[in-house]
């Protein structure tokens, strides 16, 4: 076999999102046939006994305790962002000014400028991109994105999702620091709607097309906790729920909710698509099954079917094991490492791009305006 191109990577941050890239940059080549191999080159995080010990554990030959070296090397071609909110622009901007090829953890930015900033900076640049909206590349959310564009559901009417979790409803949990970012509105930038809908929004832009206009209500239940940082009691900045109806270009209306506080739940992502012909709905706890009910089947068999993604000719799905056998939440990182190895070789970005994410953005923006202002919002083409 021919000898494949080396891409150098220099990840920085080493927590949940380092593992899942890491891990997708080791098994990627193993499983699909590529012009380029990932090679685990520099890992970067603050604490250098912390990062060493990650280095270790997973195979980077080297280690560094500021972005900005890993953005200085000569021998890295390929800078991953998987720290907090509020690093992405500068880390990514930096990183487009070397010419560095740049894979960023969503959501892109923290607001809408800051995101046109980078997407700006990449684009002068000319560099490859992508942002890790993971979940477009689940084999079923895949497949319902071909049976969408097929004109198998025939017009849509609804779109409806929901992103739901519990782990923040004691009010004994403080916020900021290590692990509690996402409670800081000052790393994260907002609440749920940038870390939790913002996923549902990349799925709905991808499977439903633009969306125009937005009503949103949020919600802070628990208004002051502990900072992590200093010590002292704060203000919440960040949304612990958020719900908003849409209007979609293609005529469709849209519902949406996440919340933090839902006694219950984990991660429950849902979808559900109403179509003039057909509906899908998708739960990210069975991830590897899409539910499909098309009218046109005979009436005395019609209803729900639960289609098991595993066969051959399904999204992603030959690369793997055989009909029958399912694959889980890792995988997606992986099917995204592949695609950007593969658009790499033919010279181009992968979708979803700063751009495309910077639609995102977008909406959560006109969301979080919509819930401050109380009125409906029209989102910024962008
Ligand atoms: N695609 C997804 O499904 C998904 C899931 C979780 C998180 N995320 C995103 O990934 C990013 C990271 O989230 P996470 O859950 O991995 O967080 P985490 O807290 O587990 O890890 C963050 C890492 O960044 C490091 N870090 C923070 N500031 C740094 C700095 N200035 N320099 C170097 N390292 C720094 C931390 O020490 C830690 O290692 C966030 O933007 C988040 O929204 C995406």
Redesign the pocket.
């Known amino acids: 076999m021919a000898q494949k191109k080396p891409l150098n990577i220099g990840l920085?941050?080493?927590?949940?999102?380092?593992r899942t890239h890491s891990n997708a940059y080791k098994r990627v080549n193993d499983f699909f046939d590529l012009e380029y191999r990932p090679v685990l080159k520099a890992v970067?995080?603050?604490?250098p006994a912390g990062v060493q010990a990650f280095a270790d554990n997973w195979g980077y030959e080297s280690v560094e305790t500021d972005?900005r070296k890993v953005i200085e090397r000569k021998d890295i071609d390929a800078v991953d962002i998987?720290?907090?909110?509020n690093?992405?622009a500068e880390i990514a901007i930096a990183a487009a000014k070397a010419g560095k090829t740049i894979l960023c953890?969503?959501?892109l930015a923290m607001d809408l400028v800051q995101g046109q900033a980078m997407v700006d900076a990449v684009e002068k640049a000319g560099v490859a991109n992508t942002v890790?909206?993971?979940?477009r590349r689940v084999p079923a959310v895949s497949l319902a994105k071909k049976l969408i564009d097929e004109g198998r559901l025939g017009r849509i009417f609804h779109y409806r999702a929901e992103f739901l979790q519990d782990w923040t409803i004691s009010s004994d949990l403080p916020q900021g620091g290590?692990?509690l970012?996402r409670l800081d509105a000052a790393a994260a930038g907002s609440g749920v709607t940038g870390?939790l809908l913002a996923?549902c929004i990349d799925t709905a832009l991808w499977l439903n097309g633009t969306i125009n206009t937005v009503s949103a209500m949020t919600e802070t239940f628990i208004k002051e906790r502990k900072h992590n940082l200093t010590g002292k009691v704060e203000p919440v900045g960040i949304d612990d729920a958020c719900a908003f109806l849409c209007r979609f270009d293609n005529g469709s209306l849209g519902l949406f909710e996440s919340t933090r506080y839902a006694r219950g739940h984990k991660a429950l992502y849902t979808f559900e698509i109403n179509g003039e012909k057909a509906s899908i709905k998708w739960d990210l706890h069975d991830l590897h099954r899409l539910e499909f009910f098309d009218h046109a089947d005979d009436s005395l068999i019609r209803g729900w079917h639960s289609v098991h993604v595993t066969d051959g000719d399904m999204p992603y799905m030959k690369n793997w094991w055989v009909p029958g056998l399912q694959i889980g939440y890792e995988h997606t990182f992986v099917h995204q490492v592949a695609d950007f190895l593969a658009d790499l070789a033919a010279g181009r970005s992968t979708a979803p791009t700063f751009r495309d994410a910077l639609v995102t953005q977008a909406v959560c923006d006109a969301v979080l305006d919509s819930a401050e202002h109380k009125k409906w919002e029209t989102v910024v083409p962008v």
């Not at 970067?44 to 604490?47: H, M, P």
């Not at 998987?82 to 909110?85: G, K, L, Q, R, V």
Request: net charge negative.
């Open positions: 920085i941050g080493y927590g949940f999102m380092g970067c995080g603050r604490d972005w998987c720290t907090p909110n690093t992405h953890e969503k959501p890790w909206y993971n979940y290590a692990g970012w870390d996923h």
